[in-house]
């Protein structure tokens, strides 16, 4: 039997067996949850990994692209944001640069600005579709 | 946590004993059809009937207490002292709800905090049960309790809060006052969280920032105006529940919120209830008010953020320690669920 399957096996048992038995609404509830808890952290786990590979790469694709665009304007809090996004290229550098592109709208121009979060928000769309696989 | 018998027992002879100090004239008190709701969520919820003798005579009086359990959703933004005021208020106007007694603030008495209020009359489905959906789809096709439901959010937009006394929940500054304090207030929820940096969200909230619409007016606002907040008695709203996130701000907030596809499951009827089409005729004619659905859509993304915050608080009270309760340990995947949400208001 695999952790998987052992896990798989945890809520099932929680679900049918304990959770019916209990009288107390209170922890009756709390079995259920538990189940619940330990099938969707089970469901997570399982798909970490290839998430992982592919968040990242999805990041690396966008701190390219998005490159161009930002050596084109003069813009210090956009170009600051995009170098720490490089550097580090995890989720608070991308809301660090997510905010500092809204600050420089007026600066960059409407078209840049939507050119810019519509490349952003299609990352940001793969990503929450991946977390949905385990979350819904 | 679940409260066992003997805890039960010497919890509620102590509320007996707080109640004889409160009501010097009355005799030989005894608590009867205790019930506690509400466990865990937010605050603790016992009603009960009082019985006791006063001038040689048998009386009655139903009760509902209310307890802040020191770590339940939100507690530090609603806090029960607000509430007492607010209910307080709301007795002198034309809107059902309960009226309150006592609000005490000593840890000394029943270990936290807590108010003691009329136990009004009726019931409250929980809209999300299938009793509940079935209740409400019955109700709906009789049609006497969505006109209710109309009405009671048109008198709660059209009464007079400064003659009631509510000012003291903090006029908006004209324009764009009154969302940019709701996002603050719900800003100030996600950090205090420590929850890990959402990228959807900082685009949401920038949006939002970017955004605002000007309220028309400032009214009182409910704040969660939904079934399952409201109590109801012979198919009519018998008062309006749930004081917690009420504030000064565009009604559109609550319009939007009973508009939204948040407060409804498998049916096109607002909140399980009302049509659509008859909530807006309705409430505009009822109001005088124009509902402005640009504005609404507005909220609704503000409400998304909202939920963010909500689940970001409960799933942290988890993590953290102050709660075990694992119903706030399941709202860790509530969060995506409604960024998933927000990503769609926001169009991708």
């Not at chain 1, 956009?78 to 600066?107: D, G, H, K, N, S």
């Not at chain 2, 006029?171 to 969280?193: M, N, Q």
Request: proline residues 5%; hydrophobic residues 45%; aromatic residues 8%.
């Amino acid at each position: 039997m695999t952790n998987s399957d052992l896990l798989d096996r945890l809520v099932t048992t929680l679900k049918r067996d304990i959770a019916p038995a209990i009288d107390d609404e209170y922890l009756k509830t709390q079995a259920f949850m538990a189940s619940v808890v330990v099938g969707k952290l089970t469901r997570q786990l399982a798909l970490e990994s290839g998430h992982r590979a592919a968040a990242s790469a999805d990041l690396d694709a966008l701190v390219d692209e998005l490159r161009a665009t930002i050596e084109g304007y003069d813009e210090p809090g956009l170009r600051a944001a995009y170098t720490r996004l490089a550097e580090q290229r995890e989720p608070a550098a991308l809301c660090a640069f997510i905010e500092a592109l809204y600050a420089a709208r007026a600066v960059i121009g409407e078209s840049t600005f939507d050119r810019l979060r519509r490349r952003i928000r299609t990352c940001l769309r793969a990503d929450i579709d991946r977390r949905m696989e385990y979350a819904k | 946590m679940s409260a066992g018998a003997d805890d039960e027992a010497v919890f509620l002879a102590r509320v007996r004993e707080y109640l004889g100090t409160r009501m010097p004239d009355a005799r030989e008190l005894s608590l009867t059809h205790v019930q506690r709701i509400a466990v865990g969520w937010s605050h603790e919820t016992w009603l009960f009937d009082l019985t006791y003798r006063e001038g040689g005579e048998a009386r009655e009086q139903g009760l509902c207490l209310r307890r802040d359990p020191g770590n339940a959703l939100l507690r530090h933004m609603s806090d029960l002292e607000e509430q007492f005021r607010v209910l307080k208020c709301l007795a002198a106007t034309a809107l059902p709800a309960p009226k309150v007694f006592w609000y005490e603030s000593d840890p000394a008495i029943l270990d936290a905090p807590f108010l003691v209020m009329e136990k009004v009359p009726g019931e409250c489905p929980n809209p999300w049960g299938r009793a509940g959906r079935r209740f409400y789809a019955e109700a709906a096709a009789r049609g006497t309790l969505p006109a209710s439901f109309t009405a009671a959010l048109a008198t709660l937009h059209t009464l007079d809060w400064e003659a009631a006394g509510l000012g003291f929940l903090g006029v908006p500054e004209p324009g764009a006052g009154f969302a940019r304090r709701e996002i603050a207030k719900w800003r100030e929820l996600i950090d205090a969280s420590e929850h890990p940096p959402e990228p959807i969200l900082a685009d949401l909230m920038c949006w939002l920032e970017s955004n605002i619409p000007a309220p028309a007016r400032v009214t009182l606002v409910h704040g969660a105006y939904r079934t399952g907040n409201l109590l109801i008695h012979n198919d009519r709203i018998s008062a309006v529940l749930d004081w917690e996130l009420q504030v000064l701000g565009d009604p559109m907030y609550d319009v939007a919120y009973v508009l939204s596809d948040l407060n409804r499951e498998g049916t096109p009827l607002l909140s399980n209830l009302v049509e659509r089409d008859a909530f807006m005729r309705d409430y505009e004619a009822q109001t005088g008010f124009t509902i402005d659905e640009n504005a609404c859509r507005y909220y609704d993304a503000l409400y998304a953020m909202r939920s963010v915050a909500f689940w970001m608080s409960a799933s942290g009270l988890y993590r953290s320690g102050r709660s075990n309760d694992l119903r706030l340990a399941r709202t860790t995947w509530s969060v995506p669920v409604v960024l998933e949400r927000a990503a769609r208001d926001l169009g991708y």
